[in-house]
């Protein structure tokens, strides 16, 4: 297993009890989905990440050399797996040094928040 599934799944696993410690409502929505792009993802949730996303295997800004022409996003999705109330959604980072980061969103009173990005 990679480092980057591990973490994936570490924090999937957490994400759950972070919300119970907060003593938030129950969840309305019930089951385990995977997205595999970002045109699948749940209505809401790609926007309150609060930055642009490209999608799974479209340009994106992978350097920190930014060409002439429109400018693409830094961020790129690679895949999100919601349980219950609770959406992780993996994405790569351009610029200075290219990494893959992960951002959990909680579905809170009919609209997505994000809880955490790392």
């Known amino acids: 297993m990679r480092k980057s599934d591990l973490l994936l799944v570490a924090a999937i696993a957490a994400a759950p009890l972070a919300a119970e410690a907060k003593g938030g409502a129950s969840c309305p929505v019930r089951g385990s989905w995977t997205f595999p792009r970002k045109a699948n993802l749940p209505s809401g949730a790609a926007a309150a ?8 295997g479209a340009p994106f ?8 022409g429109s400018r693409l996003p830094f961020d790129r999705f690679v895949l999100a797996h919601q349980t219950d109330c609770i959406l992780t959604i993996r994405y790569e980072h351009g610029g200075i040094a290219h990494t893959f980061e992960t951002a959990v969103l ?7 928040v994000l809880v955490r990005r790392r």
């Open 61 to 68: 800004q992978v350097s920190d050399s930014i060409g002439p």
């Open 106 to 112: 909680q579905y809170q009173g009919r609209r997505w």
């Open 49 to 56: 990440l609060g930055f642009p996303l490209a999608e799974r």
